[in-house]
């Protein structure tokens, strides 16, 4: 039997928390989802006087203490991604060995610049991982300290507008073995957006999982993404270009000489708060 109940935008909005503080005993706040003034345009705006900077935090040596092995193959990844992504129209930052305290310094500066007339932001981080963190050359720093500096009330001038993060990073120990299948607009001042709205992040794995990368050639991921898109932007929407980047990723099968990590597989993992569709300009 169907449950019949008032509609969406009847009765009251509650969360899913075992008790929220502030509102101990009191009902809480009726939504006004019907009239909170956010336009109803689809596509995010990407005529801008620039497209907008791209950092890219390249890692490959580690200190000692950290018992990190060399990223060798890293750089290959980070001129794939300078090239593709200054075609697109980015400005390049690129740096190389940060260490967790430079990582957030760099970051926490680009955060305090003036966006207004940037169209988006992209950063893409090569490095060693694990899940919910990112290392810097003498340790583990948390995603969440770097992704936040750019949080729609602490970064104003890019608030409504892209934010997109590339990872490559182990997000664990796990090994995927694979499995057979038989399958051959103009922004206004007056809305009010949810502060974690417009970022989008694109894992090189699927949470758990170590990120392979070839030694010569670079990263699955990276090499992926960059090759979907040269192929693609300016003619796919950017999802439609990850799905793409997904099944490539997904064709691969690790090559090693340690029996334990050979036959191999991987798939990328998007998670994505954007709230319009994007596409790069043509």
């Given at each position: 039997m169907?449950?019949?109940?008032?509609?969406?935008?009847?009765?009251?909005?509650?969360?899913?928390?075992?008790?929220?503080?502030?509102?101990?005993?009191?009902?809480?706040?009726?939504?006004?989802?019907?009239?909170?003034?956010?336009?109803?345009?689809?596509?995010?705006?990407?005529?801008?006087?620039?497209?907008?900077?791209?950092?890219?935090?390249?890692?490959?040596n580690?200190?000692?203490?950290?018992?990190?092995?060399?990223?060798?193959?890293?750089?290959?990844d980070?001129?794939?991604?300078?090239?593709?992504?200054?075609?697109?129209?980015?400005?390049?930052?690129?740096?190389?060995?940060?260490?967790?305290?430079?990582?957030f310094?760099?970051?926490?500066?680009?955060?305090?610049e003036?966006?207004s007339?940037?169209?988006?932001?992209?950063?893409?981080?090569?490095?060693?991982?694990?899940?919910?963190?990112?290392?810097?050359?003498?340790?583990?720093l948390?995603l969440?300290?770097?992704?936040?500096?750019?949080?729609?009330?602490?970064?104003?001038s890019?608030?409504?507008?892209?934010?997109?993060?590339?990872?490559?990073?182990?997000?664990?120990?796990?090994?995927?073995?694979g499995?057979?299948?038989?399958?051959?607009?103009?922004?206004?001042?007056?809305?009010?957006?949810?502060?974690?709205?417009?970022?989008?992040?694109a894992?090189?794995?699927?949470?758990?999982?170590?990120?392979?990368?070839?030694?010569?050639?670079?990263?699955?991921?990276?090499?992926?993404?960059?090759?979907?898109?040269?192929k693609?932007?300016?003619?796919?929407?950017?999802?439609q270009i990850?799905?793409?980047?997904?099944?490539?990723?997904?064709?691969?099968?690790?090559?090693?000489?340690?029996?334990?990590f050979?036959?191999k597989?991987?798939?990328?993992?998007?998670?994505?708060?954007?709230?319009?569709?994007?596409?790069?300009?043509?």
């Amino acid at each position: 039997m169907t449950e019949m109940g008032d509609g969406p935008h009847l009765g009251e909005d509650q969360a899913d928390a075992k008790s929220i503080p502030a509102f101990k005993g009191k009902s809480l706040p009726a939504s006004k989802s019907m009239d909170s003034g956010i336009l109803p345009d689809y596509s995010y705006r990407m005529d801008y006087p620039e497209m907008g900077e791209c950092v890219i935090i390249n890692n490959k040596n580690f200190q000692p203490h950290t018992r990190m092995s060399s990223r060798s193959g890293t750089d290959a990844d980070a001129a794939s991604v300078r090239e593709v992504f200054m075609n697109l129209g980015y400005k390049i930052k690129i740096n190389n060995d940060l260490s967790c305290g430079n990582i957030f310094k760099l970051l926490k500066k680009v955060s305090e610049e003036d966006h207004s007339k940037r169209s988006s932001f992209v950063c893409v981080l090569l490095s060693h991982g694990d899940e919910g963190l990112i290392y810097g050359t003498d340790g583990p720093l948390e995603l969440k300290a770097l992704t936040s500096l750019f949080r729609g009330d602490r970064c104003r001038s890019l608030a409504g507008k892209p934010k997109l993060f590339f990872i490559q990073a182990c997000r664990g120990t796990e090994l995927d073995a694979g499995i057979e299948t038989d399958s051959g607009s103009e922004e206004t001042m007056c809305q009010k957006i949810p502060v974690e709205a417009d970022f989008l992040y694109a894992y090189s794995t699927a949470p758990g999982y170590y990120s392979w990368r070839n030694s010569v050639q670079g990263s699955w991921f990276i090499q992926s993404l960059c090759e979907m898109l040269q192929k693609h932007a300016g003619k796919l929407e950017l999802m439609q270009i990850l799905t793409r980047v997904n099944r490539k990723v997904a064709e691969y099968e690790s090559c090693s000489t340690q029996q334990d990590f050979n036959a191999k597989k991987q798939i990328p993992c998007i998670v994505s708060m954007l709230t319009k569709e994007f596409y790069f300009p043509s």
